[in-house]
C-alpha cells in the first residue's frame, strides 16, 4: 500500500472547493505516453495551475498502470525542477469501471479516482459507488462519481445516446454514496465526433458546423439541488479546427469533427463546475503535429524529431486552455 501524499500527490478537496468559491475549473487532461505528461507538467507550471493527470483504462492498458503511476511521481519532481515550488497535481483514474479498477489504483498511490457506474440502474450505481467512497476515504482518496450517460465514439465509454441527468436525482446520490464531485450529463460527448452534421447548423460565413448549445438549464437546477458541490464535465474538447486542418492537409481523414465550442465551456468554468475533462484535443494536437513533420520532412526518422514538436504543439494547447477557456492560471 502506497500512499499518495508520499509521492507528493494531493487529492481534489481542497481545489475543487477553491475552484468553486472562485469560478474557474481545473483541467483534467489525459495521459498515456511520456511527450503528452510533459507538455502537461510544463504548462501546469509555466502557468502555475492546479492540474489533474488522468489514467483511463485504455491508458492502463497502452502504457502500463505501474509504469503510468511511477511517471506521475516523476511528474511531481519534475515540476519542482522547473520551478513549481508547490505542485498541486492529482494523479486520478478517469472511468473506473469496477471497485477492484479503483482499489488496485488507490493502493498503488493515486490521489483520486473515478468510479464510473453512469450505465448501470441507479440502485446499483448507488451501491457500487459507495463502496468505492468507503473504501478510498480510509485513505483520504477523493472519488467522482457519474449519473446520466453521455454519447461517445470511444471503446471504452461508448454509448449511442445520450441522457442528461436528472437533477431531481443528485442530492440523493450525492447523500447515499458520499462521493467528492459528480460528473454530470448536458450535452457533451467523448471523442472528436461529438455530434452528426444533422445535429449541427452550418455557419454561412465559415461553412463550420456550429453544434446545438449545452443543456446549461440542467446544470443550474443541478446546482440549485447541490449547492457548492464540485460538478465535473467529461466530453469536454473543442476540437480545434486548425489542428483538424492541418491533419487534413497533410494526408488526415476527419471529416467533420467537431467539438464543445470554448465560450460555452468559458461559461461552464464559472459555474460549479470545477473539473473539465479533455482528451481528444491533446491527440488533435499531437497528430495535426506528427503529420505535418512526416509531410514536410520525409526524410526524418529520429522520433525525437517529430515528438518534440507534438509535445510543443500539446504544450501550447494547454496553455490555452488554462489561461483562456478554464481560468485555473496563477491558482497553485
Ligand atoms: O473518456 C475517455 C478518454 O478520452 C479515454 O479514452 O480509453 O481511449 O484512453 P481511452
Ligand atoms: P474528450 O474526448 O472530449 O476529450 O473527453 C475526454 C474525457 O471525458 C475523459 O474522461
Ligand atoms: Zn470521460
Known sequence: ???????????????????????????????????????????????????????????????????????????????????????????????GDAFETCKSCIDMGFSSVMIDGSHLPYDENVALTKKVVDYAHQFDVTVEGELGVLAGVEDEVSAAESHYTKPEEVVDFVTKTGCDSLAISIGTSHGAFKFTPEQCTLDPETGRLVPPPLAFDVLSEIEKQLPGFPIVLHGSSSVPQDEVDTINKYGGALKAAVGIPEEQLRKASKSAVCKINIDSDSRLAMTAAVREVFANKPAEFDPRKYLGPARDNMKKLYIHKIKEVLGSDNKA
Do not use: C
Not at 502506497?2 to 472562485?22: H, P, Q, S
Not at 511517471?71 to 472511468?95: C, F, R, S, T
Open 1 to 95: 500500500m502506497i500512499n499518495y501524499k508520499d509521492l507528493g500527490l494531493v487529492n481534489t478537496r481542497e481545489m475543487f472547493r477553491k475552484a468553486v468559491d472562485g469560478g474557474y475549473a481545473i483541467p483534467a487532461f489525459n495521459f498515456n505516453n511520456m511527450e503528452q505528461l510533459q507538455a502537461i507538467i510544463m504548462a501546469a507550471a509555466e502557468t502555475k495551475s492546479p492540474v489533474i493527470l488522468q489514467v483511463s483504462k485504455g491508458a492502463r492498458q497502452y502504457a502500463n498502470q505501474t509504469l503510468l503511476r511511477y511517471m506521475a511521481e516523476g511528474a511531481v519532481e519534475y515540476a519542482k525542477e522547473l520551478g513549481w515550488e508547490n505542485p498541486q497535481i492529482v494523479l486520478h483514474l478517469d472511468h
